[in-house]
């Protein structure tokens, strides 16, 4: 089917400026990876978020990998999680052995809260994964005072919400592991994948590096030929007395340019979609049947313009967007229990009636970036129609 407005993998175009830096990186990077502007990218990110350990990898997934990894599960340890996210939030903790316990939604936020997870801790809880979604930074300083509390570790995943700020600190910041994502459809891309991985403790920070990149590092000795015995040494990374294997979840050198790059431009994209779902947001003032979590601060960003609508009319209002006006609007996220994946590895229930009611009647407008003006005004007044047809 031909959309007039389709929902779009892409969340932003390129300036010129951003086009010439990739150039540039395709003829002057050598190597092709793990050079300099690898470190460019993680020095700018770091001042940029006031951290002092970035490492850029291959995508978002491979950093949770590692942050599940760092996390160090033993059997029967827990890690508290929701339902309504990306299903690469929480699968990368089942595959380095945590067993997930779900937490519901705050129904306004459409995000945990201390409150929401408090009940599920148990002595077996090792760590909690925060999601900052739809662009919502989380109250992440009540959750870190619960998480110190109980000595749990705390995950935030941050893929879509970089750039906000709550008190002055940035997202992904406040956590033990912070994770970000420069995947096609975020807030920069850096060509279509792309991750970073903040980590607090100096313990953990040392050992990304190995855990990055194939178990690389140096001899411990002084060689009489750089050659001899190797160019350089494997060794398994050593956290808590337990050895940890590596992988391969370096990015390339294009990317890091290109990401460096973008930073420079990300306060302004997350201020001009702010503005313009405030005014989506306010121009549908008098529709009491749907319903906008509006947040006119730095701590939205609005990566998804999402709302939830009242009475059932989810699906009627799905048949007049994309049927009669054709516009493409859709739901993400499926909550996680109900996908066959989760069911098998036994997952499938969840005492959550919040995310349940949430995600049965919302919808996700377009709202990339570089939607154009025209566009954007005739989705507002489609939108209008729609409603009022639905009285």
């Known amino acids: 089917?031909?959309?007039?407005?389709?929902?779009?993998?892409?969340?932003?175009?390129?300036?010129?400026?951003?086009?010439?830096?990739?150039?540039?990186?395709?003829?002057?990077?050598?190597?092709?990876?793990?050079?300099?502007?690898?470190?460019?990218?993680?020095?700018?990110?770091?001042?940029?978020?006031?951290?002092?350990?970035?490492?850029?990898?291959?995508?978002?997934?491979?950093?949770?990998?590692?942050?599940?990894?760092?996390?160090q599960f033993e059997e029967g340890d827990e890690l508290i999680a929701p339902t309504l996210t990306f299903t690469s939030s929480v699968y990368p903790f089942i595959k380095k052995g945590a067993k997930i316990v779900w937490a519901d939604i705050d129904f306004t936020?459409?995000?945990?809260?201390a409150e929401t997870i408090e009940p599920h801790i148990t002595p077996r809880t090792k760590a909690i994964l925060v999601v900052n979604l739809y662009g919502y930074l989380t109250d992440m300083p009540s959750i870190m005072a619960l998480a110190k509390k109980h000595n749990i570790l705390v995950v935030e995943d941050n893929a879509q919400a970089m750039g906000t700020d709550l008190n002055g600190q940035k997202a992904g910041t406040f956590a033990d592991l912070g994770v970000f994502s420069f995947h096609s459809h975020k807030n920069i891309s850096t060509l279509g994948e792309g991750g970073m991985l903040v980590v607090k403790d100096e313990r953990m920070a040392k050992l990304v590096p190995m855990l990055r990149h194939n178990g690389h590092t140096t001899f411990d000795f002084e060689r009489e030929h750089?050659?001899?015995?190797?160019?350089?040494?494997?060794?398994?990374?050593?956290?808590?007395?337990?050895?940890?294997?590596?992988?391969?979840?370096?990015i390339g050198e294009i990317e890091c340019a290109l990401g460096a790059k973008l930073l420079?431009?990300?306060?302004?994209?997350?201020?001009?979609?702010?503005?313009?779902?405030?005014?989506?947001?306010?121009?549908?003032?008098?529709?009491?049947?749907?319903?906008?979590?509006?947040?006119?601060?730095?701590?939205?960003?609005y990566h998804l313009l999402v709302a939830y609508l009242k009475d059932d009319k989810r699906n009627r209002f799905f048949e007049k967007m994309a049927y009669e006006h054709k516009i493409q609007v859709i739901a993400p996220y499926y909550p996680l229990y109900r996908y066959e994946m989760y069911k098998k590895l036994g997952y499938g229930t969840a005492n959550c009636p919040a995310t349940d009611r949430f995600w049965d009647n919302m919808v996700s407008f377009p709202f990339h970036h570089w939607l154009s003006d025209s566009d954007f005004e005739y989705m507002l007044e489609s939108t209008k129609k729609s409603l009022e047809t639905l009285r």
């Open 264 to 301: 420079d431009r990300l306060d302004q994209m997350n201020a001009e979609k702010r503005k313009r779902a405030i005014y989506f947001i306010d121009s549908l003032k008098k529709f009491e049947e749907i319903e906008f979590h509006r947040v006119d601060s730095t701590r939205h960003n």
């Open 1 to 71: 089917m031909q959309y007039k407005i389709h929902h779009s993998g892409k969340g932003h175009d390129y300036t010129e400026d951003e086009i010439a830096i990739v150039v540039e990186a395709m003829r002057q990077a050598d190597p092709l990876t793990q050079g300099k502007y690898r470190n460019e990218f993680e020095a700018k990110f770091s001042q940029y978020h006031g951290v002092k350990y970035s490492f850029a990898l291959n995508n978002a997934t491979c950093a949770l990998v590692l942050a599940a990894q760092l996390c």
């Open 109 to 113: 936020t459409r995000v945990l809260t």
């Open 226 to 250: 750089y050659w001899l015995p190797a160019m350089g040494n494997l060794d398994m990374p050593e956290l808590n007395g337990k050895m940890m294997l590596p992988s391969n979840f370096c």
